[in-house]
């Protein structure tokens, strides 16, 4: 189980990170902001993803040190 946990985590902290870095971009080229979320809400911004991927990530490295070593 933290195996699969461990996995999954990595893959979704590294799309968090693609989509963080993505959002970033636009933002850097002063294209249209990326406005993700429900209108007259907040608005989901690069910093939202890069904090999801740190999260992911610290799943995955306490799920990867959890599993059995041989």
Do not use: D, N
């Amino acid at each position: 189980m933290e195996r699969q946990l461990s996995t999954m985590g990595y893959w979704l902290g590294l799309i968090c990170t693609v989509i963080a870095l993505l959002f970033r971009m636009i933002v850097v080229f002063h294209t249209l902001p990326p406005l993700v979320g429900a209108s007259g809400g907040a608005a989901l911004s690069y910093t939202t993803f890069f904090h999801g991927a740190a999260l992911f990530f610290l799943l995955a490295i306490a799920s990867w040190c959890r599993t059995a070593k041989p």
